[in-house]
């Protein structure tokens, strides 16, 4: 008890030195509550983003096998990865036998077709052709999409898109009615009850025709960068697409002679059942050749990209601030015990036991450290937030220029911007006989969303702000952190004082 | 009865032999001056028998026991009250918490360790004001009283004092002779390293060492 009675006092009556090792544990504990806050932010972020979202998949050819497949003898044999590529369509019976998967909570699919309107004019779209989800081999003017159920319809569920006009197709009917964007309608002066005709692409005479039924309007971007709905695998124009029911899409196509791409999703209630669902897949008799993908994980996983790439530095700043702390506190600590060694000659000559004496010199460091712990870790968990959130705001802005920049022809990256955590989005990747894109659909979060300087809209959904940081565990990181901090720097202390001679000590003092 | 004995002492300092083969017996009750000229060994004959340093040779026996043997931190801190000729006072403390502070480390619990401190200090000449001054604001005189009242303050049976009144008047030195005589006639033992005629003439017994180099002489 007369040790910490002892430490306090000396602690107040040494007050620059008590104030200096204070000041330099503080900035250690401040900076280390930050750097831990912002980690523990990007885990909380992933665990309850991650636990919040619905993941939808979709099972797609796993190409890197198919390649090395393809040949003999560890040659690439492009003829034959073609024709494999070619005939590795899955049909909608097989797809329907995976999502009967214990994992798999719902499953729809679309049958999207390219098209050429008869006396329709596709709105003129600034899009580069053959930018990543395009197909630069097709020029079809419009996409029909036809879609197996409401839920497949992601756009109008989660409410990115609404009929302005008229009312949605019934859901599975086989009438050949369909909705189309209201920029469609408006350009070629079409109104609800009007017919349109569409053709084969390659032979005018194979023709449809469909009542629209409903015009709608999205709230996505209409420049044509972004295919709002599922089915973009033609690169098409989202004002350019034509929306049916799959029943009615297969009869239209059938009737004009068309191949359409049909593409399954899968959607899971938890990221767990999605992780199970690829080996109930193969247990299901999928081939090894495919794999199942989820844009939504990868999406979203990216959206985190600023917050982890700030943890990762966070954590560096930590620890050089760390090692610079110690390599401080140790010096001021050799300091200290030499300017002390009579102190520890007088103790020691009185009869105090050297490792008293030395548990006494720890004592006061830990009571500097956790006042400084107290004090930093309140400031930190204040100012984590803030200082959290204006760093991710401008490593998002980089982040977004610097994606905006990259990719082929200079284009955004993807039709849909980063699923955040508390999207609803849906990813929906070809199984079709082409099985080469995969395109996504996902709706954007009120927050997190970071617009380009220019304020085209949202093209980086990344995560831009976060509403907590600092929790117990990271209290107690920091408290963990600061007592190894002190034990680290008295070690050195307790080492002189284990080695000093109390009689030299007092005789040199003579 | 022997409190303290030393059995053919011997104490080499690199090659110098600084006490060769001493012998003598210290008993309960009595006050004994140790003189000698400078640099004959007496203040390393009192780091001897405070269990400071070892001998090269030979042995110090405590109540019976060889002091090699001892615990030398209990041994400083519950046997044998040590006053430095340069008092070793912590400077940071006042003059209560170094006579406190040694109470603590020797575990004594008086009923009221703070008032028995007080007690101690006053009956060194310290005044209320003095005894709550931090050490470097007392003068030389008083910090020889402090040190006397810390190396009294758990109860030793045995205090070494190296040159105890070197620093006070010779009115002063009459009075700390007669603590040192009050606490030999409770039973303490009493070893003051000393030049002073007047505290040899005052002691029960007085024990002259030389140097080795002037006992071959």
Redesign the interface.
């Known amino acids: 008890m007369y040790i910490i009675r002892n430490a306090l006092r000396n602690i107040s009556r040494s007050k620059g030195r008590s104030i200096l090792i204070g000041i330099i544990i503080l900035v250690v504990v401040l900076s280390a509550t930050i750097s831990l806050s912002i980690r523990q932010a990007a885990v909380t972020a992933k665990e309850e983003g991650l636990s919040k979202l619905n993941v939808t998949a979709n099972i797609t050819l796993d190409r890197e096998t198919m390649m090395k497949s393809s040949g003999s003898s560890g040659t690439f044999d492009k003829d034959s990865f073609k024709k494999a590529m070619q005939s590795s369509g899955l049909s909608l019976t097989e797809l329907q036998k995976y999502a009967k998967a214990d994992s798999v909570k719902g499953f729809y699919y679309t049958l999207s077709s390219s098209v050429d309107g008869s006396g329709l004019d596709a709105v003129e779209s600034n899009q580069p052709s053959g930018g990543p989800g395009g197909n630069s081999s097709d020029s079809s003017d419009f996409t029909l999409i036809g879609y197996s159920s409401d839920d497949a319809m992601t756009s109008f569920t989660n409410g990115n898109a609404k009929i302005t006009s008229g009312s949605m197709f019934d859901e599975g009917t086989d009438e050949n009615v369909c909705v189309i964007s209201k920029e469609l309608a408006k350009y070629n002066d079409i109104s609800v009850g009007d017919t349109i005709k569409i053709k084969n692409p390659d032979s005018s005479k194979k023709t449809a025709k469909l009542k629209v039924v409903g015009i709608y309007k999205t709230t996505a971007s209409t420049n044509g960068s972004s295919a709002v709905m599922s089915g973009g695998m033609f690169g098409g124009d989202t004002a350019n697409q034509i929306l049916t029911s799959y029943t009615a899409a297969k009869a239209v196509n059938s009737s004009m002679s068309v191949d359409g791409s049909l593409q399954g999703t899968y959607t899971f209630s938890s990221v767990s059942n999605y992780n199970k669902f690829e080996d109930q897949a193969h247990d299901l008799g999928l081939a090894s050749k495919y794999t199942v993908e989820s844009s939504d994980i990868n999406q979203f996983e990216q959206s985190l990209q600023p917050l982890n790439n700030l943890s990762k530095y966070a954590l560096w700043f930590l620890m050089i601030v760390l090692a610079i702390g110690v390599v401080i506190l140790v010096v001021i600590n050799i300091f200290s015990i030499r300017e002390r060694k009579y102190e520890v000659g007088v103790l020691s000559a009185m009869g105090m036991k050297k490792r008293k004496i030395a548990a006494q010199f720890l004592a006061e460091t830990l009571a500097v450290t956790l006042i400084a712990i107290i004090i930093g870790t309140a400031a930190g968990a204040v100012s984590s937030v803030p200082i959290t959130n204006k760093l991710l705001t401008s490593s998002a802005v980089t982040s977004t220029d610097s994606f905006d920049r990259g990719g082929p022809g200079g284009s955004q990256p993807s039709s849909s911007a980063a699923a955040t955590a508390s999207s609803d989005s849906s990813v929906q990747s070809t199984s079709s006989s082409s099985g080469s894109s995969s395109s996504s659909d996902s709706s954007s979060s009120s927050s997190g969303i970071t617009k380009d300087k220019a304020g085209r809209g949202p093209i980086g959904n990344y995560i831009s702000s976060i509403s907590s940081a600092t929790d117990m565990k990271v209290v107690f990181e920091v408290l963990i952190l600061g007592l190894l901090l002190s034990l680290a720097a008295s070690a050195v202390a307790v080492n002189y004082i284990m080695r000093y001679d109390p009689l030299r000590i007092l005789s040199e003092r003579d | 009865m022997s409190v303290m004995k030393l059995e053919n002492v011997s104490f080499s300092y690199e090659t110098q032999k600084i006490i060769d083969d001493l012998s003598y017996e210290f008993e309960k009750g009595k006050v004994y001056a140790v003189t000698g000229r400078s640099g004959a060994g007496k203040t390393t004959l009192l780091?001897l028998m405070?269990g400071?340093?070892s001998p090269s040779d030979g042995k110090v026996i405590f109540n019976e026991k060889d002091v090699a043997d001892i615990d030398?931190?209990?041994?400083?801190?519950?046997w044998v009250g040590?006053i430095?000729?340069?008092y070793?006072?912590?400077t940071?403390?006042t003059a209560m918490?170094n006579v406190m502070?040694?109470m603590?480390?020797?575990g004594v619990k008086m009923e009221d360790n703070a008032a028995y401190a007080r007690h101690l200090l006053a009956r060194m000449g310290l005044t209320e004001d003095e005894m709550d001054r931090r050490i470097l604001k007392l003068s030389g005189g008083q910090q020889q009283r402090v040190a006397i009242a810390?190396a009294m303050s758990f109860d030793p049976d045995v205090i070494l004092a190296d040159e105890p009144t070197g620093n006070l008047d010779m009115e002063t030195q009459e009075d700390i002779m007669d603590i040192f005589k009050g606490l030999a006639d409770q039973g303490k033992c009493i070893i003051i390293v000393t030049h002073s005629p007047k505290v040899a003439e005052l002691s029960d017994e007085v024990m002259s060492i030389q140097a080795p180099e002037y006992k071959r002489q």
């Open positions: 780091s405070s400071l340093t030398k931190c209990e041994f400083r801190s519950r040590v430095f000729q340069n070793n006072l912590l940071t403390l918490e502070l040694s603590d480390i020797s810390r």
